[in-house]
């Protein structure tokens, strides 16, 4: 029996299986049979993920009770992964962009830990939510990521859906697993990364500080990833730009920007929280710091979503406005730039 178990990535809460029957196998019903094959997980999750669509054998989807035979190469995409630690809810005011019987799309507010992990364990969107959704059985299963399919930083802010049941739960999860959904993000960088570009590079945890990561150029190490970029507005010194994600790997586009040279405004695990362009003058140098104090993190904000709603099927767009921090540096920086011509 072959297995792969593809690790969960920032933005992914899924996790990918690859299961091979072996050759002297007997006819069993796949959700018994995966049930026996995949730890912490339930027959009623499996099912689930039956009827949304997530279990191929063979390349095709298949019901819960389809017969495994021998040889039959099994792919199963699970919504988020087994409980880890008691998670309580908490009444924490939601800023909430829309909301129906299936999901609800919440614009996350920088600072706010998505779900609770080591040091992180109230305060957390999950906390909120597990309160906000107290009477919905899904927010009531002691998962440790209930709803969730992705995730943005603690310190980006901007838009995340989330799913108020076991089907949309299983839907959206392929639809990030397969790179459907749409997503845009507004950034602040250093230097002018030019008009538009792409920056492909495999991402993996440094070397040198697992908590942050990196970009393995060889391809033998790390995740593909892929980031679009096009330029909003040259500010002199910094840029505004829009970043599109082809894939969701953790800390994509600030890994990524600042590969290219070009960090994230005030970044401080990559690079950006320097004064990386500009003069020496000290009059600069008292402007930058009162950006920094302005924004004193990445300046990162999810600014656009899409999916197809896990029911009706339609396309669903949701956009967010810039936060008060971000706009005010960028106010900031675009006087700054009408000053010097």
């Known amino acids: 029996m072959d297995k792969e178990n593809d690790h969960i990535d920032s933005e992914e809460l899924f996790e990918h299986y690859r299961i091979e029957a072996d050759a002297g196998q007997k006819a069993l019903r796949i959700d018994k049979f995966l049930v026996n094959r995949i730890d912490n997980t339930s027959r009623t999750r499996i099912q689930n993920a039956a009827l949304a669509g997530n279990i191929l054998v063979n390349n095709s989807p298949v019901k819960p009770n389809y017969k495994v035979k021998p040889g039959d190469v099994i792919q199963i995409v699970l919504a988020h992964p087994p409980r880890e ?3 309580l809810p908490e ?3 939601l800023d909430i962009s829309y909301e129906d019987e299936s999901l609800l799309i ?4 920088a600072g706010m830990v998505v779900h609770p992990g080591t040091g992180n364990y109230t305060g957390t969107l999950v906390n909120a939510l597990m309160y906000h959704l107290r009477d919905i059985p899904l927010f009531k299963s002691g998962e440790q990521r209930p709803g969730l399919v992705h995730r943005i930083d603690k310190n980006t802010s901007g838009l995340l859906v989330i799913a108020k049941n076991e089907l949309a739960l299983n839907n959206l999860a392929r639809q990030f697993y397969e790179h459907s959904t749409g997503r845009k993000y507004t950034a602040i960088v250093w230097g002018n990364p030019g008009e538009k570009g792409t920056v492909m590079g495999n991402i993996g945890r440094s070397l040198r500080n697992r908590t942050l ?3 393995y150029e060889d391809g033998h190490e790390g995740k593909p990833a892929i980031t679009h970029y096009r330029l909003i507005q040259d500010l002199s010194y910094v840029s505004l730009v829009e970043c599109e994600l082809e894939t969701g790997r953790t800390h994509q586009i600030r890994v990524h920007m600042s590969y290219i ?3 994230l405004f005030n970044d401080p695990d990559y690079g950006g929280d320097k004064i990386l362009r500009g003069t020496t003058f000290t009059k600069y140098q008292q402007f930058i710091r009162n950006c920094f104090n302005i924004l004193p993190r990445q300046a990162l904000h999810a600014r656009y979503l899409s999916f ?5 099927g339609l396309r669903m767009e949701f956009e967010s406005e810039l936060p008060d921090d971000m706009s005010r540096v960028i106010e900031k920086w675009r006087k700054y730039t009408a000053g010097r011509d």
């Open 308 to 312: 197809n709603h896990p029911v009706s």
């Open 213 to 215: 990561m990196q970009v």
């Open 261 to 263: 040279k070009h960090p």
């Open 91 to 93: 009444d924490i005011p």
């Open 85 to 87: 630690t008691e998670i």
């Open 106 to 109: 919440v614009n996350k507010e």
